[in-house]
């Protein structure tokens, strides 16, 4: 799931000098079904998050901002569970809202803002 092609003409990830941007990371599989059921949903969408964000050197830890979108705004509560036990000590931003479809048919999706200590050209 990285790369540029017709269907996906973004970078998954783009550093900027010591910043890196994710692109949205949902909730499918690497031949992108939905994943189902509530938290697995959240986690599938945090692992893709990761893995792009690592394309550019970066790790959780350097993350300062996350927009969670999810199709269902009871995701909540989970959603914050998640984000304390992956970002509590960062204290990272968050941003939480409804949408009404994600695509591929989707529940989550996450984009992040890292800043790294080194970088690249």
Same mark, same amino acid.
Do not use: C, W
């Given at each position: 799931?990285?790369?540029?092609?017709?269907?996906?003409?973004?970078?998954?990830?783009?550093?900027?000098?010591?910043?890196?941007?994710?692109?949205?990371?949902?909730?499918?599989?690497a031949?992108?079904?939905? %994943?189902?059921?509530?938290? !697995?949903?959240?986690? $599938?969408?945090?692992?893709?998050? &990761?893995? *792009? /964000?690592?394309?550019?050197?970066?790790?959780?830890?350097?993350v300062?901002?996350?927009?969670?979108?999810?199709?269902?705004?009871?995701?909540?509560?989970?959603?914050n569970q998640?984000? %304390?036990?992956?970002?509590? !000590?960062?204290?990272a $931003?968050r941003?939480?809202?409804? &949408?009404? *479809? /994600?695509?591929?048919?989707?529940?989550v999706?996450?984009?992040?803002?890292?800043?790294?200590?080194?970088?690249?050209?």
């Amino acid at each position: 799931m990285s790369g540029t092609s017709s269907d996906h003409p973004y970078n998954p990830a783009k550093r900027a000098g010591s910043h890196i941007y994710v692109s949205g990371a949902l909730s499918v599989d690497a031949d992108y079904r939905p %994943v189902s059921g509530r938290r !697995e949903a959240l986690d $599938a969408a945090y692992d893709r998050m &990761v893995e *792009r /964000l690592a394309t550019e050197g970066g790790t959780p830890g350097d993350v300062v901002k996350l927009t969670y979108y999810v199709t269902d705004l009871s995701l909540r509560e989970e959603a914050n569970q998640q984000f %304390v036990d992956n970002f509590a !000590e960062t204290g990272a $931003a968050r941003t939480f809202l409804e &949408v009404s *479809r /994600l695509p591929y048919g989707a529940s989550v999706e996450i984009d992040a803002i890292a800043v790294t200590e080194r970088e690249n050209a």
